[in-house]
């Protein structure tokens, strides 16, 4: 906070007491892309070339201004991420193919300790040190209509999310439905694993993608750093495939545009029974080891839809959106998720680039999980909520702050002895 403090002053001093060159200078600097600028036109060379390097460091500066284990703790996290994308068609004539490698380094603390809920504040936290994150590559044909990415990839970068869900901080909604990495192995950024997806476009309005993805968690460990390789067979595969319905996503289109998607998921691996043991008895009250389940499934549908455009302006307007995650009871902790939210791109005029939003997203716990605890004698776990509003200040093309205020409700299911919490404090994002 020192630190942000301090730059802003020294900001606010320079233009202040430069002269009209320096002045040019910083301006052009401040109006331009990227924090890094071009780099004497390094950037552009390069990216003629094929070359194309991008990075962002994202902070959240987040404390419980009420509720939770303990309260008024203040937490930061943050998370610093370097991509570099080569055209090989620019750099050696491979029509189509392209290759992609990123990292990405983490510090921080989870806030969802003090308050003792299961979907955390920031979607930041997680994998705290420097690691791998993609690296594949990504074969397009027939005029762009197909695509086949291969490598390492993370599921949630082509399944299950939308770019709406980046008008949030918490975890719960901002990256995918957080219940899909809660209930089993779906990779998410920054853990990649091997896997494939095919992609095809034969029409603007409808895309169907289709992936499938090893099974294996050990290669998120930390110790790790992203660079577990290892195949592991026993661990089992994650077939998926998403269908879309995108009514006036074409340039031309004069209608509001939506997203509709539909997507089929199943996992070959073993899962432990969260209530019956080897003989389909409580287990809780025999003793005896859970029973051992083979593969898991599940769908979810998202929806949004444009309701109202800025006139003379593409992508400014109100768009709510609506997403719903169903899986089996049996081996799944939280079976039951949906999130909705209402985003708003330019609400203050002068503000076009601005972007508000207002989110909530609800968790139910498994039945078969509630019976478990029942039988232990434990208090069970029945949902969990949370509510989001949002404003992010765009004070340039590469520099923003996000005021945010969260409210959190039945902490862990409400299982435990914890009030609801109040969560407050901003996002502060620079693309490099």
Request: charged share 20%; with cysteine; net charge neutral.
């Amino acid at each position: 906070m020192k630190k942000i403090a301090a730059i802003a002053i020294a900001i606010l001093f320079f233009q202040t007491c430069a002269s009209a060159q320096e002045k040019t200078i910083f301006q052009s600097w401040w109006q331009g892309d990227n924090f890094t600028g071009s780099w004497n036109g390094l950037r552009q060379e390069l990216s003629e070339r094929g070359v194309d390097i991008s990075g962002s460091y994202v902070i959240d500066l987040l404390t419980n201004v009420t509720g939770g284990i303990r309260e008024h703790r203040f937490r930061y996290d943050s998370s610093m991420g370097l991509d570099i994308n080569v055209n090989l068609e620019k750099t050696y004539g491979l029509k189509g193919l392209q290759f992609h490698v990123s990292g990405v380094y983490r510090q921080g603390k989870n806030l969802a300790d003090d308050i003792g809920n299961r979907f955390p504040p920031s979607s930041i936290y997680g994998s705290e040190e420097a690691r791998l994150y993609n690296l594949y590559l990504e074969q397009a044909m027939f005029s762009d209509k197909v695509s086949l990415k291969v490598g390492r990839l993370g599921t949630g970068d082509d399944f299950a999310q939308s770019p709406l869900y980046w008008t949030f901080l918490t975890n719960s909604i901002d990256g995918c439905p957080i219940t899909l990495p809660i209930n089993f192995f779906f990779s998410v950024y920054p853990t990649a694993t091997w896997g494939a997806r095919l992609k095809v476009s034969p029409v603007s309005a409808f895309t169907w993608k289709g992936g499938i993805y090893h099974q294996d968690s050990k290669v998120g460990r930390n110790e790790a750093h992203g660079a577990d390789f290892t195949w592991r067979s026993n661990k089992g595969l994650l077939f998926i495939q998403e269908f879309s319905f995108l009514p006036n996503q074409y340039k031309e289109a004069k209608g509001l545009p939506g997203n509709y998607k539909l997507g089929f998921f199943y996992s070959t691996g073993r899962f432990n029974d969260l209530y019956r043991d080897e003989n389909s008895n409580s287990y809780a009250l025999t003793g005896l080891a859970q029973k051992r389940r083979y593969g898991n499934y599940g769908l979810y549908f998202h929806a949004d839809q444009m309701l109202y455009r800025e006139p003379n302006s593409p992508d400014q307007g109100f768009t709510p959106f609506f997403v719903l995650v169903l899986q089996p009871s049996d081996v799944n902790e939280i079976p039951f998720f949906i999130d909705s939210g209402l985003t708003y791109k330019g609400l203050i005029p002068g503000r076009d680039q601005d972007v508000s939003g207002i989110g909530f997203a609800y968790g139910k716990w498994s039945r078969d999980l509630n019976k478990h605890q029942n039988d232990s004698g434990d208090a069970p776990q029945k949902y969990e909520m949370v509510i989001e509003t949002t404003y992010k200040i765009a004070l340039n093309q590469w520099l923003y702050l996000q005021p945010d205020i969260q409210y959190i409700i039945n902490p862990k299911g409400g299982n435990q002895d914890t009030n609801d919490a109040l969560v407050m404090g901003a996002r502060v994002g620079i693309t490099f």
